[in-house]
């Protein structure tokens, strides 16, 4: 009985474990959230002032936390995404 007790509580994990798991698309986060309003992810990053990539990182974490990307899994991808959008 408890092992089969065990048995269900790892098959209840490993099956939540893809939906918790999953990456998130960056651009298609991108597409249906901001490219209604910022058509050009390029030029929206690179207008931003910022010495380094830390801080250009550390902008658009508190920026999108207040500016529609509340979730940190998204907000990362978007980042990520958005850095390497970014012309030197």
Not at 39 to 61: H, K, P, T
Request: with cysteine; net charge positive; glycine share 4%.
């Amino acid at each position: 009985m408890r092992k089969g007790m065990v048995s269900l509580g790892l098959s209840a994990l490993v099956l939540a474990m893809p939906m918790a798991a999953q990456a998130v698309d960056a651009q298609s986060a991108w597409n249906t959230s901001c490219a209604r309003c910022h058509r050009d992810s390029a030029a929206l990053v690179n207008g931003v002032q910022a010495v380094d990539e830390a801080a250009l990182r550390a902008y658009l974490e508190t920026f999108l936390a207040r500016h529609r990307a509340p979730d940190p899994a998204v907000r990362a991808a978007l980042i990520d995404w958005l850095v390497a959008q970014r012309s030197e």
